[in-house]
């Protein structure tokens, strides 16, 4: 991290700072326009949102599957991959360690 980062930070801390004691004031004072503005701009943020995805939602592009692809049974596995698969299970099971006896 270097030092106009750690600068950027700073000043995004003394900004909050400074806009948190500009809002608790004139709440203080009784001010209509300290809780309109931000429950407006809150409010038209998550209309915007909400916005949004339904946009997204209206028009994604979606190719259509093949009828055939959905109706085929599932293809077996190859011959090599089950007797591999069989001398491996077969392998482990003796090898767990337990003496019957």
Known sequence: MNDSSRTQGGLICIGVVIVGAWFLLAVLQGSYWALALPVS???????????????????????????????????????AYDSAAADSATSTAGSTGDTAG
């Open 41 to 79: 701009i809150i409010v038209f943020f998550v209309l915007g949102l909400i916005f949004w995805i339904g946009y997204t939602i209206a028009t994604i592009r979606v190719e259509p599957a093949d009828e055939f692809d959905e109706l085929a049974p599932p293809q077996a596995p190859d011959s």
